[in-house]
């Protein structure tokens, strides 16, 4: 699994299926371009999550409002 792309023989010389160094680069590195989209669109549907759970909290929440009494909800702070 190790040499799916390239290879280094007893003699220490490094073969390669892929030819020219930036071509090797992305073919090895194509893997965790997928990665890292996922984790991004994970990351974005989290905070979209967190976002509307804080606002809804705040809309509920009441606080000390202009009379003295709590019934001013924390959002319009």
């Keep these: 699994m ?8 007893e003699n220490g010389q490094f073969n390669s299926n892929i030819k020219g160094l930036n ?16 984790i991004a669109s994970m990351s974005v549907g ?3 999550s967190c976002l ?4 809804s909290y705040a809309q509920q929440r009441l606080a000390v409002g202009p009379k003295g009494e709590s019934d001013t909800p ?4």
Excluded: H
């Excluded at 509307?52 to 606002?55: L, Q, R, T, V």
């Design 23 to 38: 071509q090797r680069f992305f073919q090895v590195t194509e893997r965790l371009l997928s990665g890292r989209l996922c």
């Design 52 to 55: 509307y759970i804080a606002i």
């Design 46 to 48: 989290s905070a979209r």
């Design 74 to 77: 924390i959002f319009n702070y």
């Design 2 to 9: 190790l040499n799916k792309y390239t290879d280094v023989d």
